[in-house]
């Protein structure tokens, strides 16, 4: 079974800031597609970023591109989503996913993952 911890969520003012991290017991992170999610109050999950196994081919949703970053440390089994210039619309529980794959490829539907983890909350304030 695998199990995803979060952390690095947190308050911040706008145009800070943060690193959040998600570390993966049970199962080699070099095995699965990466998926950030976020949900804000009274709104529908929605997608952030992905990653390929490799890395090499990632995808953000048009709020976040040139903001976040997604990235990868499969020798310490932690994904991250680095996230700058942070607005008050970013407030929102994010949340990591895995899907294990076979393929090198990315998916931005939610339900494609198989893992996910408890959440972490990202409030900004203005």
């Known amino acids: 079974q695998v199990q995803l911890v979060e952390s690095g969520g947190g308050l911040v003012q706008a145009g800070d800031s943060l690193r959040l991290s998600c570390l993966a017991h049970?199962?080699?992170?070099?095995?699965?597609?990466i998926g950030w999610f976020r949900q804000a109050p009274g709104k529908e999950r929605e997608f952030v970023g992905t990653?390929?196994?490799?890395?090499?081919?990632?995808n953000y949703a048009d709020s976040v591109k040139g903001r976040f970053t997604i990235s990868r440390d499969n020798a310490k089994n932690t994904a991250y989503l680095q996230m700058n210039t942070l607005k008050p619309e970013d407030t929102a529980v994010y949340y990591c996913?895995?899907?294990?794959?076979?393929?090198?490829?990315?998916?931005?539907?939610?339900?494609?993952?198989?893992?996910w983890g408890h959440g972490t909350q990202v409030t900004v304030s203005s």
């Open positions: 996913a895995l899907r294990f794959s076979a393929w090198d490829v990315y998916y931005v539907d939610a339900d494609k993952y198989d893992y």
């Open positions: 049970g199962r080699a992170l070099s095995t699965f597609v």
């Open positions: 990653m390929s196994l490799s890395g090499s081919s990632l």
